[in-house]
């Protein structure tokens, strides 16, 4: 699951000044006089000099200068901190968490307990192996704006933690949404955890498998494949082709479906079926390629202990 669409990226000029630089100009202007960084006029003569990237880190040096001096963020600042965590989270779909980083530092000086910063810099630690501290930006993020949007990283950190019963609760609670892709997105990840978790032989896992498929309500074909494949009726191999049948191939939504089907269908090969070589075939087709999915993680989780 991909948890934030891309962004528009913004055009930029270095010739002129574009409106989206003027903007940048007047938060400026805004933030270093107010706070006795430089005058008006040397400020415009700076901009006027500047494109909108060299002109925005001036802005953000403004800002951070007068949040360390205990000033309230602007709305000119407030706007640069989101255009970080922007640049932050392009970084991260591209499939580099690592470039994030810079980005979101920068935005921490200016609002260092701002949610749309906890919240990427938390993406972006889980995406790096730092589970724990992913953890406790998710648990931040409880009670504020970002609760929901952060509810379903959060509930796969659990996983990363090896918290599979509060995984579990999580997810029950994900799987009561009148969204129809998330309930059945829920739904598969309960029956993951059964997978992980099973304490029985495989055959009587197997049918219980199949017992609990029937209950979801796929929303997408790739789902639809997925409840198939759980039942008995397809292959490993008919999920990937429902997915190439459904989406344009190539494209970040149909990478991201590939990565979320390799984990729910890799992991019924490896727990269910006990066939432990196509198990790691998939997930070592699916790291060899680039997805920003938030099931990424756990795969290379499987793939480290297989």
Same mark, same amino acid.
């Given at each position: 699951?991909?948890?934030?669409? @891309? ?5 930029? $000029? ?6 989206? @630089? ?25 901009? %006027?000099? #500047? ?51 810079? *980005? ?14 906890? *919240?990427?810099?938390?993406? %972006?630690? !889980? ?11 998710? !648990? ?9 949007? $952060?509810?379903?990283?959060?509930? %796969? ?21 009148? !969204? ?27 049918? *219980? ?45 149909? #990478? ?18 006990? !066939? ?5 075939? #998939? ?12 099931? #990424? ?10």
């Amino acid at each position: 699951m991909n948890v934030m669409p @891309t962004r528009a990226s913004k055009a930029r $000029s270095k010739r002129r000044l574009s409106a989206a @630089t003027q903007v940048l100009l007047a938060s400026y202007i805004v933030v270093a006089t107010s706070f006795g960084l430089v005058t008006t006029q040397s400020a415009y003569a700076q901009a %006027v000099d #500047r494109d909108a990237s060299s002109l925005a880190a001036h802005v953000a040096n403004g800002c951070a200068s007068a949040a360390s001096s205990g000033h309230a963020v602007s709305a000119g600042c407030q706007a640069r901190v989101l255009h970080l965590v922007d640049e932050a989270h392009l970084s991260y779909l591209k499939g580099a968490p690592e470039a994030a980083r810079p *980005y979101l530092d920068q935005a921490r000086r200016v609002a260092p307990d701002d949610v749309h910063v906890t *919240y990427e810099q938390a993406l %972006v630690d !889980d995406a790096t192996g730092q589970h724990q501290s992913a953890r406790q930006g998710y !648990d931040a993020l409880v009670g504020t704006a970002m609760t929901g949007l $952060s509810a379903v990283p959060s509930a %796969v950190n659990l996983v990363l933690l090896g918290r599979f019963e509060d995984a579990r609760r999580a997810f029950m609670q994900l799987s009561k949404s009148d !969204d129809a892709y998330l309930k059945a997105y829920s739904q598969l990840w309960q029956l993951w955890l059964d997978m992980r978790t099973w304490q029985g032989n495989n055959v009587e896992l197997r049918g *219980y498998i199949k017992h609990e498929a029937a209950k979801i309500q796929p929303a997408t074909a790739q789902q639809q494949a997925l409840k198939a494949l759980y039942e008995g009726h397809i292959a490993a191999d008919n999920v990937f082709a429902a997915i190439d049948g459904a989406m344009t191939q190539g494209t970040p939504a149909w #990478r991201d479906a590939h990565t979320e089907a390799t984990l729910f269908a890799g992991s019924y090969l490896q727990f269910v079926l006990r !066939d432990e070589p196509a198990a790691r075939q #998939r997930y070592q087709r699916d790291i060899s390629s680039f997805s920003a999915s938030i099931e #990424r993680p756990v795969i290379q989780q499987l793939l480290s202990t297989h």
